[in-house]
């Protein structure tokens, strides 16, 4: 989606201000909030995708105002209350009614053990790659309305593929609960004066991740 | 920010969303959907266990050794998990070398894609708009702001982290640190030097910033 969460090249948001010896969380609720959307994403109702896009599928306004485990506790929320899991009059009052039990629940004991597997978002797939290192390729021109890893400013630009990455999960589907239509997905080069304009070249380039589906031989 | 909940200000001293939080946490233990033992062990793995320190090894030890530089530049991430550092949020690591040719630096433009086994949690200024929306367009100036300057003929190369491969910088070795071992060595791996905002420190940066 086009929202507040897409800032490459974005203008007017002022110096990067970053934080001498800053700490690990700034506030206890922070830790609260950082620590029951892990333990929450871990029962299985949702996937990353999905907790992606809740994040992000707001007001652009209240996106980029927002601090970041502000953005997290509002995506939460909207996963709670999409999956009937949490009604806003339980959070109003603290009064939890009857809900149904979630797939999953982390233990203490299984944390480190959860975190270290980790989750592998690779598959395999018997088709070959459609490109080759080196094939330039144009990325399409989607709007969509829904999830996508497909950032703004790369669209309709021309780079060249500089590896294959091998084949991942699909956000674009996956974010959605219609699959996770594993495709090759490549890191792809494009060069500063393509993606900005003539003049702006300061011997930089970008390299994005970029899905198959999101690319058409230029 | 429409979620601060402000029902809740009369009477207290808390902050809306302090009490939100707190509401939000007690139901979902009762609920049983969360374990409290398993929040504070993720709070205490993330903010006590887990940081750049991880990646500070990993670093010295391809400055060290250029066998396993070659290795982990190739298949970093079974190279990092050798170290122990492994799983979410690193499940599918890369390593980009700077050089005095090629710069390279990390953003997630959409997010906050960060290498959480190498690196912890990401810095404030990592999550925020101003970086996501700079990096890409105009990282020299990005860079000056970290105190960074380098020349016109070194490329600059930007990781748009935007699926779920994560970037680690191997910053270039300081000179003169050749009488260095591998523990030294790691002490003058900066968290900046490794997303590529920052180079690795000097000796003398680092006695400096400890006297």
């Not at chain 2, 030890?61 to 990092?80: H, N, S, V």
């Amino acid at each position: 989606m086009n929202g507040g969460q897409d800032l490459g090249g974005k203008h007017g948001l002022g110096p990067v201000n970053p934080e001498n010896n800053e700490p690990v969380f700034h506030a206890e609720w922070e830790k609260r909030v950082f620590a029951v959307t892990l333990a929450m994403g871990a029962t299985g109702e949702w996937n990353i995708d999905a907790s992606r896009h809740a994040r992000e599928n707001r007001h652009p306004a209240d996106y980029i105002k927002a601090s970041y485990y502000q953005v997290w506790l509002y995506g939460l929320e909207v996963l709670l209350r999409e999956r009937d899991l949490m009604r806003e009059d339980e959070l109003k009052t603290g009064i939890a009614q009857k809900t149904r039990p979630v797939i999953n629940s982390m233990h203490g004991d299984q944390v480190a053990d959860i975190l270290n597997a980790g989750s592998s978002y690779e598959r395999e797939i018997p088709q070959p790659a459609r490109f080759a290192v080196g094939d330039r390729v144009t990325a399409r021109n989607h709007n969509p309305k829904t999830h996508t890893r497909l950032p703004g400013y790369a669209r309709n630009r021309t780079g060249v593929i500089a590896t294959i990455n091998g084949v991942f999960v699909f956000p674009d589907t996956n974010s959605r609960s219609l699959g996770e239509n594993p495709q090759y997905c490549y890191s792809v080069r494009f060069e500063a004066e393509e993606l900005w304009g003539s003049g702006t070249h300061q011997n930089s380039c970008v390299y994005l991740d970029m899905w198959e589906s999101y690319l058409e031989p230029a | 920010m429409p979620h601060d909940g402000h029902d809740h200000d009369e009477g207290s001293a808390l902050s809306p969303i302090v009490l939100r939080v707190k509401a939000l946490e007690s139901l979902l233990v009762e609920k049983e959907y969360v374990d409290p033992a398993a929040l504070d062990q993720l709070i205490d793995i993330y903010e006590t266990r887990v940081g750049p320190r991880n990646g500070a090894a990993v670093v010295a030890r391809a400055w060290c050794d250029e066998e396993f530089k070659q290795r982990l530049l190739a298949d970093a991430t079974t190279c990092i998990r050798e170290f122990g550092f492994e799983g979410r949020q690193g499940e599918h690591m890369r390593v980009k070398e700077n050089t005095d040719r090629i710069h390279n630096m990390v953003v997630c433009t959409l997010c906050s894609c960060y290498p959480w086994p190498v690196l912890g949690l990401p810095p404030v200024w990592y999550k925020a708009a101003p970086y996501r929306a700079r990096a890409v367009a105009e990282p020299r100036s990005v860079l000056a702001e970290f105190g960074v300057t380098l020349d016109e003929d070194v490329e600059i190369r930007v990781w748009d982290s935007t699926a779920e491969l994560r970037y680690l910088i191997l910053p270039m070795r300081p000179k003169n640190t050749e009488h260095l071992n591998e523990e030294q060595l790691a002490a003058l791996v900066t968290r900046d030097s490794m997303i590529g905002t920052g180079l690795a420190l000097s000796p003398e940066d680092l006695a400096e910033a400890t006297s």
